[in-house]
C-alpha cells in the first residue's frame, strides 16, 4: 500500500481541530484555531516573506522566555503578538511532532482557562514539508511564468527599480510603488492603480478584483494563476505607472513612443 502523504499543514490542521471543542476560521489569511470562541493558535506560512512554517500559540506568562531561551532553534518571539507573550514554534526543523501536541495543548487550556482540557487526539505527525504553490506560489512554475511576463514589462519603463514589499516583487516609479506581484494561500495575483472608474469596469471580469487596503485608493488586483500575456496586462502596467511617475520620468516615456 503507497504511504499517504501527509504535509506539516495536514498535521498542524488534525492537531488542533482534534481537541475537544476546537474551531478553525482565517484572518488576515492564515488559519486561526479557537476553544470557547478564544484564540489559542494562527497557523502562520512564509507571512510577508519570512520563510517560517510555524505556529504562533498563546501561552502562559513566562512561557515564551522559557522556551525561547531553552531551544531557540525551534522558538521564537512572533511579530505582532510577541509582545502579548505569545510563542513562536518553527515546524519546518527536524522536529519531534510530541513537543508540538504538548504546546498546542499548553496554548489551548490557557486560552480556554481550562487546565482540565483533554489533549489532541489526532497526533500523526507529517512525513512531508509544506508543498510550494502553499510556501510561495510565486516560485512554482506558473508563477515565475507570470513574473517573467510582468518584471520586463515594469523595468523597461523610465526609472524603474524592482523591490521588495512584504515578501513579494514590487516595481516601482522612482520612489512609489506602481505594480506588486503576490502569492497567498496558493494564488498568485497582481495589483495596479487603474482608479476608480476603471475598477468598475474591469470587475466585470471575474479575474479582477478590489483588493482589500489599497483597494479604496484605486488598486486593482487580477487573479493570475492561469497565466498573463503581455498584451492584457501592458495597458495596466502603463496606466498604473504614468499615475505615479513625475514628469521627467513621463517626458522621457512619451519620447521613447
Known sequence: MAK????ISDAVRDTCLSLPGAT??????????RINDRQFATYSVNHHGDGRVALILAMPDGSQRYFVESD???????AYTGSKGWLGLELSVDLDWEIVVARVTSAARHAA???SLLPPTATTPPNAP???EEFDALQTKQGKAVLDVVRP??????ET????????PAWKAGKKTFCTANAWNGKIALQFWVGGDHQIGLT???RFSVPAYTGHNGWIELRANDGVTESEISPLVEMSYRHFALKRMLKALDAEA
Open 4 to 7: 499517504t502523504t501527509r504535509t
Open 24 to 33: 478553525e476560521s482565517y484572518s488576515h489569511g492564515s488559519p486561526v484555531f
Open 72 to 78: 531557540p532553534e525551534i522558538y521564537f518571539v512572533p
Open 113 to 115: 482557562k481550562d487546565d
Open 130 to 132: 509544506v508543498p510550494m
Open 153 to 158: 514589462l515594469c523595468l523597461a519603463l523610465p
Open 161 to 168: 527599480s524592482e523591490t521588495s514589499q512584504w515578501g513579494n
Open 204 to 206: 466585470a471580469d471575474p
